[in-house]
């Protein structure tokens, strides 16, 4: 597991921040993150083999700096404040040696917790990069309306 603070250039990233959080991007409805547990909104960017969305030119520099030879899904997620917070522990992709990477939008006190107890903090311009194999599940925040996070599931450029 890597985790990285920084990935993109304040001036790269405070952009797609901006976009994100703001009032005019397009959010979906889905009534259960994982299974029967709670419902978020989601936006795809790049689904069933095929680039979903007109926004995907704002994910660029994050797919820029990991390099996939192939990407597999790439959704934002948006969480919003609320009592029941937790998914159910889950793999993003199954039977597959790829990699998932959830590149975080904003800074709360929710967190990626895997399996194994390691959890990651959501800190805004933060990226944690496992195999997708790695069963974690998402923490929702308490302390703000919103969390936001980019997951991507990819092949590695070996």
Known sequence: MIVKDNVLKKEIFKPIQK????????????????????SFL??????????????FKIIEPILNYLDPVSLILVRANLLL???KSNSNYHTD????????????????N?????????????????????????????????DTDQRIVININYFENN
């Open 93 to 108: 992709v199954k039977n597959l040696k790829s990699k998932t990477a959830i590149f975080y939008i904003n800074t709360n």
């Open 19 to 38: 976009l994100l959080m703001g009032n005019e991007f397009p959010w979906f409805y889905e009534n259960k993150q994982v299974e029967k547990d709670s």
């Open 81 to 83: 404040n609320r009592t």
């Open 42 to 55: 989601f936006h795809y960017f790049h689904y069933k083999h095929i680039i979903n969305s007109d926004y």
């Open 110 to 142: 929710g967190y990626t917790e895997f399996y194994d107890g390691t959890k990651v903090d959501c800190v805004e311009n933060r990226i944690v990069i496992f195999t997708s194999e790695l069963a974690h599940k998402a923490v929702a925040q308490t």
